[in-house]
């Protein structure tokens, strides 16, 4: 009875003259005279309260994360590319790194003009970025023996993790290899039966007869 008495009072303009309330304002609270939204009314909506500010959010945590991406890109003077960069720039890149990494940077410039021959025509001639960096940071290479600035950032370049693929892949054998049966693993056991699952041959390939 209160609800139909309720909804009699909208039709009424004194029956909610008590609380100064018009019936149309009573009408839309309770859901009747609702809008009619239109779907480009909805797409504008949902586009300023929901896209725009989640799309804002994601630009600034990725910044946040990215931050050091002008870091990343100095390593550049390392490989072959740098040879086709302008001086200013390579110098720039190099007191970046200097910065960061190593001290004085006045070391590091003088090893940049030496190892860039052998860019051009020496030991590091016809190499990729990769394959230079790893003959640079090699203890076992005259690299770096004639360039011990640039061999330690050859190998800070090497460690850094391009993403996080290889990090999630071990927690993700470490989970398969220890399990509930064999949460006794530990050290340099556990190393190295994750080791085996990562980088050892097949099953049907590998020398259990010889191991």
């Known amino acids: ?121 020496g030991a590091f001639k016809d190499m990729d970025q990769v394959t230079t960096m790893e003959k640079l940071s090699s203890q076992n290479d005259e690299g770096a023996q004639l360039y011990p600035s640039l061999s330690q950032l050859a190998a800070i370049a090497l460690t850094v993790p391009i993403s996080s693929v290889n990090c999630e892949r071990d927690f993700s054998t470490m989970n398969r290899v220890k399990t509930d049966l064999r949460n006794r693993l530990q050290g340099d056991h556990l190393a190295a039966c994750m080791l085996l699952s990562i980088s050892g041959p097949p099953l049907g390939e590998f020398p259990y007869i010889r191991t």
């Not at 300023?48 to 990343?72: A, F, K």
């Open 1 to 121: 009875m209160l609800v139909m008495h309720s909804r009699l009072d909208l039709d009424d303009p004194a029956g909610l003259g008590a609380f100064e309330i018009s019936h149309e304002e009573e009408r839309g609270r309770r859901g009747r005279g609702q809008v009619e939204y239109t779907r480009d009314m909805l797409w504008s909506r949902f586009r300023t309260q929901v896209m725009e500010p989640y799309l804002d959010g994601l630009l600034d945590s990725l910044d946040r994360r990215l931050q050091n991406l002008g870091i990343i890109r100095a390593f550049h003077v390392l490989g072959p590319k740098a040879l086709k960069e302008d001086d200013a720039v390579v110098t720039e890149d190099l007191k970046k790194l200097s910065k960061k990494f190593l001290q004085p940077e006045t070391t590091l410039l003088q090893e940049w003009s030496s190892y860039k021959q052998h860019l051009l025509t």
